[in-house]
T-cell receptor
Framework: DADVTQTPRNRITKTGKRIMLECSQT?????MYWYRQDPGLGLRLIYY???????NKGEISDGYSVSRQAQAKFSLSLESAIPNQTALYFC????????????FGDGTRLSIL | EDQVTQSPEALRLQEGESSSLNCSYT??????LFWYRQDPGKGPEFLFT???AGEEKEKERLKATLTKKESFLHITAPKPEDSATYLC????????????FGKGTTLSVSS
């Protein structure tokens, strides 16, 4: 089983809909991250969380919200989806020691029509 | 502004033809530079972490090196299974342990 699991793997929806992407991990890591990947732009940070009570905005948080339901679960919501939020979304985790690598899930491909 | 630039964007090699990928960075107080491999439809897979200038890490046909301004990923005698997108990222102190990624180099190795 994967250490970092993202659901759904693919989603097609319409403009204006509310969408939730979920991430769960079995690595026991405290730190979790949401990134988005667009062709030609690379991976960009949306939100990150160092523990259940600590949520921080990343580079491109506008239009997104997150919830850290437990140490192992971190969800990303699009309250009212728009077409330019069409992208690949990745969840990642890392330990609390500085400089530890991040470990990624296999992503959610989201298309907003 | 912290930045990471990778070159070339794409690289085509024949099997056995060695080459290098470049990652140049500008960041205040580098905490770590990371190399990842990404296959189509998959998330980035961790390869190496480099912490200080002069450091080198090796894994099979890959060797990563670090200077004060850039990192190289050397690929020796590549095989078709080395075909992937290689991502470089740096850790930015102002974002905790979050990473700033380059746009990647897509490597294609033909037999």
């Amino acid at each position: 089983d994967a250490d970092v699991t993202q659901t759904p793997r693919n989603r097609i929806t319409k403009t204006g809909k509310r969408i939730m992407l979920e991430c769960s991990q079995t690595k026991g890591h405290d730190r979790m991250y949401w990134y988005r990947q667009d062709p030609g732009l690379g991976l960009r940070l949306i939100y990150y969380s160092f523990d259940v009570k600590d949520i921080n905005k990343g580079e491109i948080s506008d239009g997104y919200s997150v919830s850290r339901q437990a140490q192992a679960k971190f969800s990303l919501s699009l309250e009212s989806a728009i077409p330019n939020q069409t992208a690949l979304y990745f969840c990642a985790t890392s330990g609390t020691v500085s400089n530890q690598p991040q470990h990624f899930g296999d992503g959610t491909r989201l298309s907003i029509l | 502004e912290d930045q990471v630039t990778q070159s070339p964007e794409a690289l085509r090699l024949q099997e056995g033809e060695s080459s290098s990928l470049n990652c140049s960075y500008t960041v205040s107080g580098l905490r770590g530079l990371f190399w990842y491999r990404q296959d189509p439809g998959k998330g980035p897979e961790f390869l190496f972490t480099l912490y200080s200038a002069g450091e080198e890490k090796e894994k099979e046909r890959l060797k990563a090196t670090l200077t004060k301004k850039e990192s190289f990923l050397h690929i020796t005698a590549p095989k078709p299974e080395d075909s992937a997108t290689y991502l470089c990222a740096v850790q930015a102190p102002q974002a905790g342990t979050a990473l700033i990624f380059g746009k990647g180099t897509t490597l294609s190795v033909s037999s």
